[in-house]
């Protein structure tokens, strides 16, 4: 057990604030990556303008819900967990899609659609034959997701709040996040939070380290996030300055599997075999789902480690970022043991 | 080589005309049809309330651009074939998905986006373990494609133009299909049709009958909708009906493969066998895909079914309607015997 939560006394498990966003796959070759500038496998930020222009120049897509801590979320509740998520879209027909889609899996999601201003958020998600993801990210109605839409009630009835660190990147949702997190210490909460990718951490490198050092009781991260977090560093020295900022973290190794540290154990866990390695979007969040999932029920870090193991296992083994199988019978019987 | 066609005189192979919709696709239990009154793996028609009912009791889904004809023509863009696609949608956020997916694949579309009225089209679509889907049809804007947006051009500088049954539902539609089907002959062209459901043909039988005898050349059907439009009497009975009325057709029997005929010859071609039956969305079209390429090419009756075979194939392997393997080697080759 760890004594970090009371499950009985909180209504929701796990509360989400992210950046609300419409998936859209397609398959292409690593020619169309180089030929376009953007790094490989990580996020970039785009307008509406480089939107279109990529868009004209993918070949035929699928759109489906994504959104970080939205498919981290979803992944809670396909476990059998109570969530809730916070994120804006707007009033249009990519708004109603997302608002379908995670209301669908069991999510609770009441905050209002953006009547008006830039269309519902998109991320372009360039599919290579390596199964890797290169996202470009238009926020479009995500960036007016304000301090105004965080609830204090919402926040205060989770056992865990998670937060996504690609909101640094809009103003008004960074200042959401810092009232967010106060909010759940206030109601003697967990904050947690992922460091969601290295090249968002370098642009906003004071903010999530003063945030990570004075806010996060649980940080999630992968290993380059973590280099940029701490540079000049070697592995095991970022672990022990994150052990110093944060009582405890879980970071992501691919296939070395995972790292995890409480205040008083620290441990790694397999990462869980999968036949086939399709699309590994959605593998870090579904990971956050996992873990937060045993976290948010009492669970020991290892039984947290590896349910976010099989919970990643389950998403890059089809296309998509949200889970398709059932998680709930296998949650279940992890967290009886 | 069927004499039909002379390819070398057209700057288009086929040119289609149909329902413009975007495809809503999640797993459900059979349950859920049931619950709904609603005829398991046919298509129905609803209308906007109902299409929110239904998508409120939908899981989560995805979006992928659909429409019976024009993921034909889809299919024959893939297999390297020169196409067009004729069929309305709204000047909103699918309509504007719609226009790239089918753009993406090489289909030259150029039908003015509807600037107001009802909304995309959508076909909601039920997909059951058994790898069946029930569809449920809002046409939205698709019903008010009209004569107006047939170009006399555009139709007779394509070898075949291929109608879709499902187009004898909106009534500003069926005019258009007249129209084009006169365009057609006016220019020496083959005029093709799909019965596409036994639902549409019994709803319009008279109409359908009519159509048949006196415009269409060339006709493709399933068991079960030769049977709606001929109904009481055994399969080689509405075969030989079917004979009388039109100069060729290919009839699907499922894992039967099919039957094809033209003036001079009548021949049984098997079904190509597939590792795993995961969705049948799309399996007629791109049959249909398949022969119409080999047609359009001058190939023999054998070679247009045997390629309606292999696309069909492909497309049931995965989720959605549209090809996703690289079909073009494999068309270049069989023609090329």
Known sequence: MNT????????????????????????????????????????????????EEIY???????????????NTI??????????????????DQLGHVFLHDIRATGVCYEVPLAPEGPSTG??????????????????GASVHLGPEDVDPNRI???????????LFDPPEAQEAFRVAARYAHEAGRVVSMTLS??????????????FVENHVDLLFANETEIHALYPSTDFE???????????????????????????DDALNVAAHEVDELIDTTGAGDLYAAGFLHGFSHGADLGVCGHLGSLAAAEVISHIGARPEADLVDLATSLLAK
């Open 4 to 51: 970090k939560i009371d499950p009985a006394k909180a209504e929701f498990d796990v509360v989400g604030i992210g950046n609300a966003l419409v998936d859209v796959l397609s398959h292409e070759p690593d020619e169309l990556i180089e030929s376009l500038g953007i790094p490989k496998a990580a996020m970039t930020l785009i307008d509406e303008p480089r939107s």
């Open 197 to 210: 990718d290295s090249f968002c951490v370098e642009r906003h490198h004071e903010a999530f380290l003063d």
């Open 74 to 91: 979803v992944g809670v509740a396909a476990l059998g967990g109570r969530s809730e998520y916070l994120g804006k879209v707007k009033d």
């Open 56 to 70: 004209r120049l993918m070949g035929p897509a699928v759109e489906i819900s994504g959104g970080s801590a939205a």
């Open 156 to 166: 205060a009835r989770a056992s865990v709040l998670y937060l996504e660190g690609y």
């Open 122 to 139: 998109c991320c372009l998600i360039l599919v290579t034959p390596d199964a890797h993801r290169t996202m470009n990210t238009y926020l």
């Open 237 to 263: 020295g970022a672990v022990a300055k994150l052990r110093e900022n944060v009582e405890y973290a879980a970071v992501t190794r691919s296939e070395k599997g995972s790292f995890v540290f409480g205040p």
